[in-house]
C-alpha cells in the first residue's frame, strides 16, 4: 500500500526511532556522521539528533532520528536493532510512543526541505524558482492591425528535464 508523505515537519512517533548504547568513545560529532550514514541507506532523513546519556544512566550517547516516511523507519528500526552498526557493541533501535492524548499541529517544510523531499521521491534533481530568460515578441492579427504581445519564457534545459518512463 502507498504511503502519504507529507510536505511537514514529521511529527508523529512511528517516523521517530530511539537509538541508544551508543559507544562513549566517539565524539557526538562523530556519532551524528555514523548515524546519518547508516540510517540514510533506509530513506530520507528529516534530522539525526545526539544527546549524552543522563548522569544515572553511565557514560555515552543516544540519539533520535527523525523519517520523512513511517515505513522507511519501520524497516531500519527491524534491520538496525541488536545490530554492531559502526561500533563493538549492539545498538538498540525502537519506534518512538507517544500517548494519543499529544496532538501536534502539523508545521510547513521550509522551501528548502521541500525540495529536498520533492528531489528524493520524485527523482528530480534541479527544481528552479528562476526565469532565466524573457523575451517578448509581437505579431499583427489579420485584419484588425492589432498587436498582441506574446511571452517567450526560456529556462536552462536540465532544470527541468523529467525522468524517463519504461
Not at 500500500?1 to 541508544?20: H, Q, R
Not at 528562476?130 to 515578441?137: A, Q, S, T
Request: contains cysteine.
Amino acid at each position: 500500500m502507498a504511503e502519504l508523505v507529507p510536505f511537514a515537519v514529521p511529527t508523529e512517533s512511528d517516523k521517530t526511532l530511539l537509538v541508544w548504547e551508543l559507544s562513549s568513545g566517539p565524539t557526538a560529532e562523530a556519532l551524528h556522521h555514523s548515524l546519518f550514514t547508516v540510517f540514510s541507506q533506509f530513506g530520507l532523513l528529516y534530522s539525526v539528533r545526539v544527546f549524552p546519556n543522563a548522569a544515572v544512566a553511565g557514560p555515552g550517547f543516544y540519539a533520535v532520528i527523525k523519517f520523512y516516511s513511517a515505513k522507511d523507519a519501520h524497516r531500519a528500526q527491524k534491520a538496525c536493532d541488536q545490530k554492531q552498526l559502526f561500533q563493538k557493541s549492539p545498538v538498540k533501535v525502537r519506534l518512538g510512543t507517544r500517548h494519543k492524548a499529544v496532538q501536534h499541529q502539523a508545521l510547513p517544510l521550509n522551501s528548502s526541505r521541500c525540495q529536498e523531499l520533492a528531489n528524493y521521491y520524485f527523482g528530480f534533481n534541479g527544481w528552479s524558482k528562476r526565469i532565466l530568460e524573457v523575451g517578448y515578441f509581437s505579431w499583427k492579427q489579420y485584419g484588425q492591425g492589432e498587436e498582441e504581445y506574446l511571452s517567450d519564457f526560456s529556462f536552462e534545459e536540465e532544470e527541468f528535464r523529467l525522468p524517463e518512463l519504461d
